[in-house]
């Protein structure tokens, strides 16, 4: 069974960035599709970026195009979500996940943007 486990969040000031990773156990990445959702507080949860394994593609919410980058390693079995140009609108609990379904995620790590 794949498990996931998220790290590298924390506080970071508008305009800065913040590098997260997601260590997977139980199955490779390179057979699932896994993405990243956000929640924060008193909010729905959102569909930040999905990658499918099959087609190679990376789907971008628009609200993070160009600021965040989605990568894979195969051989450390992890993904990383790098995100850059962060505003207080970011500021949530982050997750990988399964299949982009948010029912299969980790335990998620905070990232807090505030001066």
């Known amino acids: 069974q794949l498990q996931f486990a998220e790290s590298g969040g924390g506080l970071v000031q508008p305009g800065g960035s913040l590098r997260l990773s997601c260590d997977a156990s139980?199955?490779?990445?390179?057979?699932?599709?896994i993405g990243w959702f956000r929640q924060a507080p008193g909010k729905e949860r959102e569909g930040v970026v999905c990658f499918t394994s099959g087609d190679g593609n990376i789907n971008y919410a628009d609200f993070v195009k160009g600021r965040f980058t989605f990568s894979r390693d195969k051989a450390k079995n992890t993904v990383a979500l790098e995100m850059n140009s962060l505003q207080p609108g970011d500021t949530a609990v982050y997750y990988c996940?399964?299949?982009?379904?948010?029912?299969?995620r980790g335990q998620g790590t905070q990232v807090t943007v505030s001066s």
């Open positions: 996940a399964a299949d982009c379904d948010f029912r299969r």
């Open positions: 139980g199955v490779g990445v390179d057979y699932y599709a």
